[in-house]
């Protein structure tokens, strides 16, 4: 089944977008702001594209704010540059974006289509807002979002795609789809880091991948490690993987979670009900991932480099 892929042009998002545009039928890439405004994600997707050679996936921009109040978080670009590669500046190919806008594209996406978003939820919210009707006509819903066991990275306890804006997520994870989303967080995306084996495979420049994703990913470690020492997470690289490969993730029970949407200290926050109890009112069953392989998926990043 084809997959979109829905992100805000990071660092760990141009592994996810690498891996995926040359292993699943990726039918397009819709931009969203976060990790920087929407056109520079829509630049950094577009340089990806280019340098893995499939600028025939397209690709539609989308939201360049949140649709509701949110937390002020800093730009992060200490973590993914400017350009959302690491400051080295590539220049994007000179090719045409789909003329529309993401919301109206996902609207129109065909029935089972598969969505995995690696960004805030702000596009998908906005698509479901003008259909409702959108959750139950997609495929699977992962979304690169969220911490059942905090600290968080952006807030306390908020992880940034939710914190950029909570009521997006939590309009998103109410809705009603045919399978419980699946909530790729910090829980796993902690644990499935790169160590100094897959960085000394990156440095060699072995193919393709590696040559163009080597200067990203150093850039990203010294910025991005800040809670996993030597080790570098990708989140957004997890999050494809657990949907073509759903046993990387060795733990996802079906657990009610709900979005702090209310203005104070734990503002963006996934409120994950691990005990397991009927959902109460405001809380919607998802998939939480909450243990992974992490030897599978260092396997697979090197398979990537290599």
Do not use: K
């Not at 400051?87 to 190919?93: S, V």
């Not at 959750?135 to 992962?142: C, F, H, Q, T, Y």
């Not at 084996?197 to 080597?214: C, S, T, V, W």
Request: hydrophobic fraction near 45%; include cysteine; proline fraction near 8%.
């Amino acid at each position: 089944m084809a997959i979109v892929i829905d992100t805000d042009g990071g660092i760990d998002d141009a592994v996810a977008l690498w891996w995926a545009v040359t292993h699943l039928d990726v039918h397009a890439v819709t931009t969203v702001w976060g990790n920087g405004d929407a056109a520079m994600a829509t630049r950094s997707v577009l340089t990806v594209l280019a340098a893995a050679g499939r600028l025939d996936v397209p690709v539609v921009v989308g939201a360049d704010g949140p649709i509701a109040p949110a937390p002020q978080l800093d730009r992060p670009d200490w973590i993914h540059g400017r350009d959302g590669l690491g400051n080295t500046n590539r220049t994007p190919p000179d090719v045409a974006v789909v003329p529309t806008d993401a919301a109206s594209f996902l609207v129109s996406l065909p029935d089972g289509t598969d969505l995995v978003t690696i960004g805030p939820l702000t596009n998908v919210a906005a698509a479901l807002r003008r259909d409702r009707s959108l959750a139950s006509r997609l495929g699977r819903l992962v979304v690169m979002g969220g911490v059942a066991r905090p600290p968080g990275n952006a807030r306390p306890s908020g992880e940034a795609n939710i914190a950029h804006d909570p009521t997006a997520a939590q309009e998103v994870l109410s809705s009603e789809w045919s399978e419980p989303p699946l909530l790729v967080g910090l829980d796993v995306t902690h644990r499935a880091t790169l160590t100094d084996a897959e960085f000394g495979l990156l440095a060699e420049h072995r193919n393709d991948a590696a040559a163009f994703l080597d200067a990203p990913l150093r850039f990203y470690r010294d910025g991005g490690s800040r809670f996993t020492g030597d080790e570098c997470p990708c989140h957004d690289l997890l999050a494809v993987l657990a949907l073509a490969d759903p046993v990387i993730l060795t733990d996802a029970p079906v657990l009610p979670v709900a979005v702090d949407c209310g203005g104070g200290p734990a503002w963006g926050t996934t409120v994950v009900d691990l005990r397991g109890f009927d959902a109460e009112p405001g809380f919607s069953r998802c998939l939480v991932a909450l243990d992974v392989d992490a030897a599978r998926f260092r396997a697979e990043v090197r398979a990537l480099f290599s």
